[in-house]
């Protein structure tokens, strides 16, 4: 069978199917449009940034690592007194 006695040729189905697969094809995305960033509420700017969180936080482990301390000193404090024993006779 030669290239030349076959039978493709344009044809009006294969018209048609070009037309019909154009039609097919997705429309065009069109990109999202972008909204404005909006200004933060007067609520949103009572909260404490992070760096503030951060610094409560170390106030209030130093504040315990202080108490630890003092403590501490209190008890060995305690602890070295020297006992004192009386004895109390009858009579």
């Known amino acids: 069978m030669n290239?030349?006695?076959?039978e493709w040729e344009p044809s009006?189905?294969?018209?048609?199917w070009l037309v019909e697969s154009g039609r097919r094809r997705s429309p065009l995305r069109v990109p999202p449009v972008v909204a404005e960033p909006k200004?933060?509420?007067?609520?949103?700017?009572?909260?404490?940034?992070?760096?503030?969180?951060?610094?409560?936080?170390?106030v209030a482990l130093l504040a315990v690592a202080y108490l630890q301390y003092f403590?501490?000193?209190?008890?060995?404090?305690?602890?070295?007194?020297?006992?004192?024993?009386?004895?109390?006779?009858?009579?």
Not at 3 to 6: G, T, Y
Not at 12 to 16: C, D, P
Not at 71 to 91: E, M, N, Y
């Open 3 to 6: 290239l030349e006695q076959s």
């Open 12 to 16: 009006e189905e294969l018209a048609q």
């Open 39 to 58: 200004a933060p509420e007067a609520v949103s700017r009572d909260v404490p940034s992070a760096g503030v969180w951060t610094r409560i936080i170390l």
């Open 71 to 91: 403590f501490a000193d209190a008890l060995l404090q305690i602890a070295t007194l020297r006992s004192v024993i009386v004895f109390l006779s009858p009579g």
